[in-house]
Antibody, heavy 115, light 110 residues
Framework: EVQLVESGGGLVQPGGSLRLSCAAS????????MNWVRQAPGKGLEWVSV???????HYADSVKGRFIISRDKAKNTLYLQMNSLRPEDTAVYYC?????????WGQGTTVTVSS | QSALTQPPSASGSPGQSVTISCTGTSSDVGGYNYVSWYQQHPGKAPKLIISEVNKRPSGVPDRFSGSKSGNTASLTVSGLQAEDEADYYC??????????FGGGTKLTVL
């Protein structure tokens, strides 16, 4: 079964760091484009970052220079390293598969940035 | 980059048809045939229902259809059913390896 399971969310102070993980099953994360998408409480979806199958990475302007997307082929896991966190980064973070039409999503992990 | 424009709400009675619009610019919706639509029920992850303007993934009922004209994409839900009540988001490629979402539309089945 094709599945994505996120983990690593939690409460962090402004300026702090957090690393999210997204474990995949049923397919290989390094063979396909993978994204992170977030949703602030009561708000809409916001695309955050993509890592292409070839390894290129791209980011939304709101997180550029602070977040890093990566993957581990051996662990079949996608990551999002989040640094210099701000209160406005508070959201449910989803990982998803494919760039043009995200066909598989995880259940999400909640990140709260607050003092 | 601003979000794509969707109406905040839409509604219809069971069996009726409803169309949700998604307006962008020539730099996103109008410039590429990479518009997708997602359905999200409360507390759940989004689900892909339309990709590349009008392609329906396997398992999505044919009551859902997509189209595009100029800078505006549309999602039509025909034969409304109670389980269609959800939030709907459009998404478009916006060039330079960026994606952009609409603000979302809450669909109510009366």
């Amino acid at each position: 079964e094709v599945q994505l399971v996120e983990s690593g969310g939690g409460l962090v102070q402004p300026g702090g760091s957090l690393r999210l993980s997204c474990a995949a099953s049923g397919f290989t994360v390094s063979d396909i484009n993978m994204n992170w998408v977030r949703q602030a409480p009561g708000k809409g979806l916001e695309w955050v970052s993509v890592i292409y199958s070839g390894g290129d990475t791209h980011y939304a302007d709101s997180v550029k220079g602070r977040f890093i997307i990566s993957r581990d082929k051996a662990k079949n896991t996608l990551y999002l390293q989040m640094n210099s966190l701000r209160p406005e980064d508070t959201a449910v973070y989803y990982c998803s598969r494919k760039f043009y039409g995200m066909d598989v999503w995880g259940q999400g992990t909640t990140v709260t940035v607050s003092s | 980059q601003s979000a794509l424009t969707q109406p905040p709400s839409a509604s219809g009675s069971p069996g009726q048809s409803v169309t949700i619009s998604c307006t962008g610019t020539s730099s996103d919706v109008g410039g590429y045939n990479y518009v997708s639509w997602y359905q999200q029920h409360p507390g759940k992850a989004p689900k892909l229902i339309i990709s590349e303007v009008n392609k329906r993934p396997s398992g999505v009922p044919d009551r859902f259809s997509g189209s595009k004209s100029g800078n505006t994409a549309s999602l039509t839900v025909s034969g409304l059913q109670a389980e269609d009540e959800a939030d709907y988001y459009c998404n478009s490629y916006a060039g330079r390896d960026n994606l952009i979402f609409g603000g979302g539309t809450k669909l109510t089945v009366l």
